[in-house]
């Protein structure tokens, strides 16, 4: 499995959003259970930017993404996380800032494959 080593960090403006999987059973008249499903029941997306970017760098990042397709997954540690995980990215965009400088914004969606 390839390991996602970008040639600079990402932008602060990192975020991630947590999907928690669970089942709801609605009874009527407001009531209702939930339970979670599964055993891998908090998947993180998380949105990194690169807003400052050589081109040279923009096309690195935009290989790696492009050559696992949004299919395979690959390992990588989100900064400001005490482990690495497995994660596929599914889409990005590239902008061109000015003839120097481009950057990405990519979503990457943790998967728990084996």
Same mark, same amino acid.
């Given at each position: 499995?390839? /390991?996602?080593?970008?040639?600079?960090?990402?932008?602060?403006? @990192?975020?991630?959003?947590?999907?928690? &999987?669970?089942?709801? =059973?609605?009874?009527?008249?407001?009531?209702?259970?939930?339970? /979670?499903?599964?055993?891998?029941?908090?998947?993180?997306?998380? @949105?990194?930017?690169?807003?400052?970017? &050589?081109?040279?760098? =923009?096309?690195?990042?935009?290989?790696?993404?492009?050559g696992l397709l949004g299919v395979d997954s690959f390992d990588y540690q989100i900064p400001g996380s005490a482990a690495s995980a497995k994660w596929v990215c599914s889409a990005w965009t590239r902008t061109e800032v000015?003839?120097?400088?481009?950057?990405?914004?990519?979503?990457?969606?943790?998967?728990?494959?084996?």
């Amino acid at each position: 499995m390839p /390991t996602f080593t970008p040639p600079v960090g990402p932008s602060p403006q @990192t975020s991630t959003r947590h999907e928690p &999987t669970r089942l709801v =059973a609605d009874f009527g008249d407001g009531y209702s259970q939930r339970i /979670t499903r599964g055993i891998n029941q908090d998947r993180r997306v998380v @949105t990194l930017v690169w807003s400052v970017l &050589t081109h040279s760098d =923009a096309q690195t990042i935009e290989g790696f993404f492009a050559g696992l397709l949004g299919v395979d997954s690959f390992d990588y540690q989100i900064p400001g996380s005490a482990a690495s995980a497995k994660w596929v990215c599914s889409a990005w965009t590239r902008t061109e800032v000015d003839d120097f400088i481009a950057s990405i914004t990519a979503e990457l969606t943790e998967v728990f494959d084996l």
